[in-house]
């Protein structure tokens, strides 16, 4: 019954490691979208992909890109991870404008990343 | 810049009591209000959400109260129960953003003492 999967629940990586961080969903929502989770912070965006290729940035995307070459897979990428990266990463889709449940967010369970 | 202000951060309750939750938002566009609940371990996943042409919604235990003029909209658990116990997220998107981008607020982490 899992719809939004992300392959890895925890990492430890080193100071400049670069990180790749996958979301594979089965839905085929047209949405897709990263998140990080802090205490105290919420939820705040990184990255959405609204279309296969197609990016825009959210509210925090520095230190981070993302790629989409296929619609179900969605990939957060840590070009040269720091410290303050350690953090919960959130994976969602949502279908496409028009749809049934358009603005509906599915999340998949969360990578912890820890950056040591 | 916070769009969504959310309190308290956490908030303990005895079985059987009622449990609220207060969000405040700043951007008169938004239009689309809903709440999200995440179990330990667990992403997310959507509650009870509210449009702003109603001033409260009632599913079961759980309903979302709204006003427009103050801009604030707050969720109220009623006989809360331990199974309950989760952290609760409110959000606001604006339904002419075609990504349906949702803001969220910081999080309310609940407690249901049995």
């Known amino acids: 019954d899992v719809k939004v999967t992300q392959s890895s629940r925890y990492l430890v990586k080193r100071t400049g490691e670069k990180v790749f961080l996958e979301c594979v969903q089965d839905?085929?929502?047209?949405?897709m979208f990263w998140y990080r989770q802090d205490p105290g912070l919420g939820l705040r965006l990184i990255y959405f992909?609204?279309?296969?290729?197609?990016?825009e940035k959210g509210d925090i995307p520095e230190g981070y890109s993302v790629s989409r070459e296929k619609k179900e897979r969605f990939s957060l990428i840590l070009e040269s991870a720091s410290t303050n990266q350690t953090s919960m990463y959130l994976c969602?889709?949502?279908?496409?404008?028009?749809?049934?449940?358009?603005?509906?967010?599915?999340f998949g369970a969360g990578s912890r990343l820890t950056v040591l | 810049q916070q769009q969504v202000k959310q309190s308290p951060q956490s908030l303990i309750v005895q079985k059987g009591g009622i449990s609220i939750i207060n969000c405040a938002y700043e951007?008169?566009?938004?239009?689309?209000f809903p709440w999200y609940q995440q179990f330990p371990g667990k992403g997310p996943a959507l509650l009870i959400a509210?449009?702003?042409?109603?001033s409260e919604k009632k599913e079961g235990r759980f309903t979302i109260s709204f006003n427009k003029s103050a801009k604030q909209f707050s969720l109220h658990i009623m006989d809360s129960q331990p199974g309950d116990s989760a952290t609760y997220f409110c959000?606001?998107?604006?339904?002419?953003?075609?990504?349906?981008?949702?803001?969220f607020g910081s999080g309310t982490r609940l407690l249901v003492r049995p």
């Open positions: 969602a889709s949502s279908p496409g404008q028009g749809s049934s449940g358009a603005n509906v967010l599915t």
């Open positions: 839905m085929d929502h047209e949405n």
């Open positions: 992909s609204y279309d296969v290729k197609m990016k």
């Open positions: 951007n008169t566009a938004f239009d689309y």
């Open positions: 509210i449009r702003p042409d109603v």
């Open positions: 959000a606001a998107s604006n339904r002419r953003d075609s990504s349906y981008k949702l803001i």
